[in-house]
């Protein structure tokens, strides 16, 4: 589907930038401007160019996705570890968790324990 997409997103860039140069040829330099001399090689060459430019965007756009699919996620081990008391590890497949209702004990002091005091 991505590139299939690439057709359009060549067709719509070299069309702006086609009626931009005939605005602007005529004002700046007192010439038309003429791009389809020859329509299939002028197309497939811009399409060229714009191929690399779409797969750019396409990359940054997915690296972008899952940078904050990871945040998120981070953000949810967070509370999740805060409110039980568990620490979750994922790896690749593996997901651990360590850590229970004792640990959380073992971190709280006894009700009745005298407070610590140094001397």
Do not use: C, W
Request: aromatic fraction near 8%; charged fraction near 25%.
């Amino acid at each position: 589907m991505l590139t299939a997409a690439s057709v359009p997103f060549s067709l719509a860039h070299v069309g702006i930038m086609v009626g931009l140069r005939a605005m602007a040829m005529p004002l700046l330099f007192d010439t038309g401007y003429t791009f389809f001399v020859d329509p299939p090689t002028d197309l497939l060459y811009e399409y060229r160019k714009d191929l690399f430019a779409y797969a750019v965007i396409i990359g940054l756009l997915t690296l972008s996705r899952q940078i904050e699919l990871g945040n998120q996620e981070a953000a949810e081990a967070r509370k999740e570890a805060q409110e039980s008391g568990r620490l979750t590890l994922k790896s690749g497949g593996r997901t651990i968790v360590k850590g229970s209702r004792r640990y959380r004990d073992r971190l709280a002091p006894p009700q009745d324990a005298p407070p610590h005091t140094d001397a």
